[in-house]
């Protein structure tokens, strides 16, 4: 069974500080990995990576993949309250549809 | 604007009731597909679609149908609403790069 399991499931950081999000996965026929931001609606498109150790940057964001060890870290530096959202891993497997297999999400807030 | 669009934002059933969730988008993208949002559990598939007339079932399926006749639309039809359905419905598509872009959701209360 496909599974991908992020840490932590919650945390709370004050404005400036740094934080790492952390995504592992176990699929089959893996394709890429994806890291969306929810606020209150519809998750919106981070970063796709499917390439080991090329590192993705938007910004203050930034995100890294490790195929060999099976996860991702989803770093947001100069944390600002604009940030607060729950962080969405997603790896895509191919084998039809391309679908989408998702973790639980990580709670952020940040606080003045 | 272009996107996803799904209809109606919210809805209250009954159970027993049969309704049916309108996803459009205007990308011309070939995949489609139907999530569920519920707390704790993420995000989890439904149905999808590679395209018009084609689709298949996610991990999720029982309880719900869908078709896809155009590349555009892709209803999900509720057969005969539970309790158990009670979530947020997401509705995506993406061409073949994995970028998905998500409606907005529809709240779901079955009571």
């Known amino acids: 069974e496909d599974k991908v399991v992020q840490s932590p499931l919650s945390l709370v950081v004050h404005e400036g500080d740094t934080v790492t999000l952390n995504c592992s996965y176990e699929?089959?026929?893996?394709?890429?990995l994806l890291w969306y931001k929810q606020e209150k609606k519809a998750p919106t498109f981070l970063f796709m990576l499917t390439s080991s150790g090329i590192e993705k940057k938007s910004g203050r964001l930034s995100s890294i993949l490790d195929k060999k060890e099976l996860f991702s870290i989803l770093n947001i530096t100069a944390t600002q309250t604009g940030d607060s959202a729950v962080y969405l891993c997603?790896?895509?497997?191919?084998?039809?549809?391309?679908?989408?297999?998702f973790g639980t999400g990580t709670q952020l807030k940040v606080e003045l | 604007n272009a996107g996803v669009t799904q209809t109606p934002k919210f809805q209250v059933l009954k159970t027993g009731q049969s309704m049916t969730l309108q996803c459009a988008q205007d990308?011309?993208?070939?995949?489609m597909s139907w999530y569920r949002q519920d707390p704790g559990m993420g995000l989890r598939l439904i149905h999808y679609?590679?395209?018009?007339?084609?689709?298949d079932q996610g991990e999720v399926p029982n309880g719900y149908n869908v078709s896809r006749s155009t590349t555009e639309d892709f209803p999900l039809r509720l057969l005969s609403a539970a309790p158990s359905q009670t979530s947020v419905y997401f509705c995506?598509?993406?061409?073949?790069?994995?970028?998905?872009?998500f409606g907005s959701g529809t709240r779901l209360t079955v009571v």
């Open positions: 679609s590679v395209g018009a007339g084609i689709t």
């Open positions: 995506a598509s993406t061409r073949r790069d994995g970028r998905y872009t």
């Open positions: 997603a790896v895509e497997i191919t084998g039809g549809g391309n679908k989408l297999t």
């Open positions: 990308m011309n993208h070939e995949y």
């Open positions: 699929v089959t026929n893996f394709r890429s």
